[in-house]
């Protein structure tokens, strides 16, 4: 596959149907450039836990280790009108260092010499505009993977959010058990899994409901640039580490402006 340029082009979809229609979202979705971003996610994360799980409020406070990593992206909606952010993500991959979930979730080979890559801290603000931004991002996320070839998409979720990905046919790797996942408050999650180049079939063959919006559609306010996923999203050219979970790569952490500028 030729490599994309900035913003992926129709032809470069990673779908395989054409698209039926454009259409605009109210918001755009775009990387994280600087640390002002980051600490805009950082403040949308305090509001909707604060709302949802109150007792997570302060442990969301800071930036986390996680969102400053080599092989981080964030991601962000922000409203076209106000330049409000209505909705953030982030996703990281296994080249560098095991996933948290691996600590968590046991499940023996499932993530063994395959190049992975953990959504999570998804979070959308409860507002008018703010509609539809959580199944664009997790749109923004399937295809920066696609780019990047990523073998299996992997996330953790609990009800209601456990039914969108049950919905976009993600297998269910705990067969509907829920565990207490520490970076969520240790509220009881399941984690769901998706072989990336197996998503456009799958959507397909089960009549998703959520096809058209994905694949049909062409969405120019999904906006990413493809030359920040290249350079964080790289498969590690000796392999990926074989490391016993919780086991840190010696790999310095640039500022998010060091490779988004």
């Not at 990593?69 to 095991?98: D, K, W, Y």
Request: glycine content about 6%; charged content about 20%.
């Amino acid at each position: 596959m030729p490599a994309s340029p900035p913003t992926a082009p129709a032809h470069d979809r990673p779908y395989s149907v054409a698209p039926d229609e454009t259409a605009r979202l109210p918001f755009r979705v775009r990387l994280a450039r600087d640390d002002s971003d980051l600490q805009r996610i950082v403040d949308l994360r305090v509001t909707t836990y604060g709302r949802h799980i109150p007792s997570m409020a302060d442990s969301v406070a800071q930036p986390e280790p996680d969102d400053r990593r080599p092989e981080t992206l964030l991601l962000m909606a922000e409203s076209l009108s106000s330049g409000q952010l209505l909705g953030a993500a982030r996703l990281i991959h296994n080249g560098v260092q095991p996933l948290k979930l691996e600590q968590t979730f046991a499940v023996p080979g499932l993530f063994q010499n395959r190049f992975v890559a953990e959504a999570g801290r998804l979070t959308v603000l409860g507002a008018p505009e703010s509609r539809m931004a959580t199944l664009s991002l997790v749109k923004a996320m399937y295809e920066i993977c696609f780019h990047a070839g990523i073998e299996l998409a992997a996330i953790t979720a609990r009800r209601p959010m456990d039914r969108v990905y049950l919905a976009m046919r993600f297998d269910d790797v705990l067969c509907g058990r829920k565990i207490p996942y520490a970076p969520v408050g240790h509220l009881p999650h399941g984690l769901y899994t998706m072989p990336i180049h197996e998503a456009d079939t799958r959507w397909r063959e089960a009549v998703c409901p959520l096809y058209p919006f994905m694949a049909r559609t062409l969405h120019p306010d999904i906006d990413v640039d493809y030359g920040v996923v290249r350079a964080r999203f790289a498969r590690p050219l000796s392999g990926l580490p074989e490391r016993s979970p919780g086991v840190r790569a010696s790999v310095p952490a640039p500022t998010l402006s060091a490779v988004s500028a």
